[in-house]
């Protein structure tokens, strides 16, 4: 799974490093920006399914189905 | 050569040829007609199909000319594919929008050579077999004489998009959003506008100089081209050079000749030596003294760990290093699209602790601060700004031999004393309206 998180979208709520912390990063702003060129490993997806469908914003999103 | 006037906020760029190896030239005295660009051909030249013309570009090493130095031939294959497998017709832009405040090659071609750039974006529309061309450009007076040249041409006729002159909205993903949705901002990637791009078409967006070699090298043929530059880069290039102080330039040279050469024949390489010198433009950040001698291309100079860019060369020689990063940090943060939290936040917070650093009020933690967010921020924003300016950051700690830590440990006079932006950097520069006999 590889993930990728839109800088224009995100308004930094941070819900994601709460879901899925090895996941994400957050800078000194508290926007997020995925971990890992966005590579996910198997232990996180639960985790970062459950962020991609409770950010506020939308600004979480799968690239390897695109 | 003349000197083309300025508008009144910017500098002269005055026209330069290096001495020797150019070949074909690209500048001309005055706008050329139709006929005399013709009149230049080898005989009998039709429009190459795809794989020719990509080919071609492989052979002469075509590069894009509008900052990222992509080679022209893969993204060529790349959109034929795309638009192939998907069973559309894609769409090619020529990229004028220039940006760039310390560029003025794409205008100069524009003006001085419409038709030769818009014999490049319809070679690039018969090969990919595009039903829409568009020129994208920033500059109003411009475009009306960009519309003026639309007569003639052997394919679609170009629609001519005026952009509204911010410096993101020249970013690839920001012109194809302007000229679908009107909105000049960039859009995260994937999808690239090979994939996605205007009206949701795949669609080659190709800087105006790009295309104008690519006509060239099609109209003129690969040995003209080889005759100049070098075996890895044959040909020649348009560069602009800005010194903080003097006389700008916009220079033709042929690949491989050394930047420091250059720099001594325009004048700006010695006395006095600069304090510093920024390739890339905005975006290329600052060259080690050491590798001043660089030889100017794309593959020579990423060798080097640096870029040739949009062909944008700063030169400073009156001011301070870490005035000038001051400078363009403000500028980024004044001029970056207001989209991603972390590109405002973070190149406002650059651009204060650069300041207080300038001022000797720096903040026992803007050292630190400062490296960290340059290493810790690329890659975060939407558009490659935001790398931009970290880069800028990043090599002013590390190729401007200690000039932070000299400011943290005295005043600098330099920056104390203090200059005049026009409008928001010393650095622009521009093209005059043309005399009554150039319209």
Known sequence: ?66 | MKTIEARPTTRAVRLRRWPAGTGDSLLRERPESLADYRASWRPDIGFPALEQLADLCDRVGLRGRGGAGFPLATKLRAVGMRARAAGVAPVVVANGDEGEPASAKDRYLLRYRPHLVLDGLTIAAHALEAQRAVVYLADDELAAAVRGRLGGLDGPVPNVVLAPGRYVAGEETAAVRMISEGVPKPTAKPPRPHERGVDGRPTLVANVETLAHLARAVRLGPDVIAAAGTTDEPGVTLLTVVPDVGEACLVEVPFGVRLSELLRFLGVGTEPAPAAVLTGGFFGGFLPRSRWDVPIGHTSMRAADAALGCGSILVIRDGCPVDVAHELLDYFAEENARQCGVCINGTRAMADALGRVAAHQAEVEDPDRLRRWSETLPGRGDCALLDAACRIVSTLFAHTDGALQRHLDQPCATCARGHERRPRTRFAVGLARPSEGER
Do not use: N
Not at chain 1, 15 to 36: I, K, N, R, S
Not at chain 1, 44 to 58: F, L, M, S, Y
């Open chain 1, 1 to 66: 799974m590889r993930i990728q998180v839109e800088g224009a979208r995100c308004q930094a709520y941070g819900l994601c490093v709460e879901h899925a912390p090895a996941a994400f990063q957050l800078d000194d702003w508290g926007y997020a920006t995925a971990a890992d060129d966005g590579l996910v490993t198997a232990p996180d997806v639960p985790g970062v399914e459950k962020a991609i469908a409770e950010c506020p914003a939308q600004a979480i999103r799968r690239i390897d189905s695109d």
